[in-house]
């Protein structure tokens, strides 16, 4: 996936200021950033929930240019900050209604599902759901299409360590299943576990793009944290 | 099943588990129930009846569908991960709110209505009454939803959606009779035939009364109503609350279409 020249600003706050980037396929990528980097908007202009003008840049997936048309959603799973779903509903209406709407393929990736017990709680509506259980299911639901392209924003936000475990290892284990993996977090612990490439984001445009590694050297530090702080430091000056 | 229908089916399930539509029905069923039976006769009672229509409709109608927008925000951002076009979104999303409400009124009031029952007069006058108060559910609703859309903000939005059913369901009445009263000395039928055309909840008030065969108290403006609305002004006035839905439905599927969500 390659992004160019992206911008967007709500307002007349300009949150992104002509981004290019580049996900490589098969790699795990994170986004990190400080807080209103532009994390979030990056990854909902991917999505197409934050609309683009003419003009705000381009966005290719697989030499497909986003336009508007929501069909290319077919290879995306999505994992958003908190977990979205209508109260009134059971888990197992809320599942039946995303299956659904994608036209009920066979091939489902259950493993999430079993793997956090969630068949349990199922028959309850989601609004006796703990935090932590919302955000099993809205885990869960990312990959149960075996997409292509797995945006996670924040995914271990709110899992306990157990199900945060399972969630890493699952992630560390997509690329080999045929997914481009691009993240959020603001662990930087958990960066370094799971992400082979990094995009900084400072200010709505890119600082660093390339391996972890690469950030490492460049700052001369051993850990990621200290790294990120020397980054921001010499942005500061 | 197309996407525009699951989304309804599923958002039909939430609303319908939410008490506010079962209180809604309850309220009505029970309102025109003590109407009927301590209102005098059928004629009367619609009378009463449609005050209740024209002054309560609105305002559940913007309240519930501003509400229900706002609470359905996190539904919209999990389906539009999904591949689904934000049109059928958006008319799943509006038919979702308007169906329940709509409903919860023709039965609430219809069924003690038809159940008291009366002469061929009375039936077409229920007739004339249900169909005015569903068109101003779908109206209001619409004006609602496309007010949630625009703005996030819960207050701003639901302030936003009671003022416009105060100055539909109240001051507008005001202004008209300020206007009438001012020019006096001019011939206003025709002015004041094209306000009551601008505003929905006048609209269903003028063309009720007409139908109840009450224009007698309306003095000389009412005779000129009676002879517009004998005619095809029926129609012309069903018309135009038929537009009073489409056009806030319209504005509302565009800004949601360029929404960032």
Known sequence: MEVSGLRKRFGRREVLRGLDLKFAPGRITAVVGPNAAGKTTLIKSILGLVRRHPGDGVIRLDDLELNGDC????????????????????????????VGLRGHPADLDRELIERFALPAVLDQPVRTWSGGTRQKLNAALAFLFRPTLLILD????????????????????????????????????????????????LDGAVAYLGPVEGLLHQTGETRLERAMARALEAAAR | MNLTLRVLSSQLRNVARSRWVIGYLLLLLAGTTLLLRF??????????????????????????????VHNAREFVELLLAQPVARGSLYSGLYAGVVL???????????????????????????????????????GFTAMAVAVAVRFDDRARALGLALLIWLVCALLYDGLVL??????????????????????PVDLARVLLLMSFDVSALMGYTGAVYQKFFGAGGMVLAFAALLVATAVPYLFGRRWFLRKDF
């Open chain 1, 71 to 98: 069909a290319y959603r077919e290879g995306i799973g999505y994992m958003p900050q908190t977990a979205p779903f209508p109260e009134q509903l059971t888990g197992r209406e809320v599942l039946e209604l995303v």
């Open chain 1, 154 to 201: 924040e995914p271990t936000a709110g899992l306990d360590p157990l199900a945060s475990a399972i969630l890493k290892e699952k992630v560390l284990r997509s690329p080999a299943e045929g997914a481009t993996v691009v993240l959020t977090s603001h662990l930087m612990s958990e960066v370094e576990e799971l992400a082979q490439d990094l995009v900084f984001l």
């Open chain 2, 39 to 68: 209102g005098g006769t059928g004629e009367r009672a619609l009378l009463s009846l449609l005050n209740v229509v024209l002054l309560l409709l609105p305002l559940v109608s913007v309240m519930f569908g501003v509400l229900y």
């Open chain 2, 100 to 138: 329940p409400l709509a409903g919860a009124f023709l039965v609430g009031t219809g069924v003690p209505l038809l159940l008291q029952g009366g002469d061929r007069g009375y039936l077409v006058h229920c007739g004339l009454l249900l169909a005015a108060g569903v068109l101003l559910t779908t």
């Open chain 2, 178 to 199: 300020l206007v009438a009263s001012a020019l006096a000395d001019y011939p206003l039928e025709t002015p004041l035939l094209l306000m009551v055309f601008l505003n």
